[in-house]
């Protein structure tokens, strides 16, 4: 009888072992009546995840950076033609040209990394990913609040957080749940690529903290009557947190206060 492979800390294990649960984030990642061209899937691991995304691809690279599950996984998916496993760490890989999208349970030690390769990756149409409940709910607002990267990223990406998985739906049993986040690229983008240009820098200068709270940072780059009244157009006090203003109403501050 084989040995259990030992899981590495390093690499921040913690597999997927509920078939539920792995069935949910794959219907998220490919919805049902639909069939992803070419989707990657972050970190193979044991295949769990993999058997039930295969049906619903043409092409399926699965990445696997841990060298000791490689070998089990190709037997696994021999006879599975549109599946290739790639023994290496998803995150050296280089971007496909053509659409594709990502789908995985992803180290939550290495979550950061990954959603920034998705973000640079131009060809990228969708990420659907299982992280620690946390990031899921504050990269989406479910706590009330938004964070820089949502607030810089949504005029070309829209964030959902779908759904919540239980810490013990994973061995070993992590110290907290997990969450589904959705990170889809907009069809036609809130902003063109002239205004975007004036938008990353305004939205940073809101983040920077410089004056003490929001309407101030942004009075050191604008007069004070259009900071007024970009903040009537989004409906916001003066006294608002950063944190606390939706996307929507910093597409209405950019509005007045862009060149």
Known sequence: MARPTRVSRALSQNFLTDRAAAGRLARFAVPHGREA???LEVGAGKGALTELLAPRCRRLLAYEIDPRLVPALRSRFSDTPQVRLVGEDFLTA????????VAGNVPFSRTAAIVDWCLRAPALTDATLLTQLEYARKRTGDYGSWTLLTVLTWPRYE???LGRVGRRSFRPVPGVDAGIVRIERRRTPLLDAGAYESWRPLVELGFSGLGGSLHASLRRAHPRRRVDAAFR???LGTTVLVGEVPPGA????HEVLAP
Do not use: E, V, Y
């Open 37 to 39: 061209p070419l989707l």
């Open 250 to 253: 910093w597409l209405r501050l």
């Open 94 to 101: 280089r971007p496909p040209r053509t659409p594709f999208s």
């Open 233 to 235: 157009r989004a409906g």
């Open 159 to 161: 964030w959902r957080l």
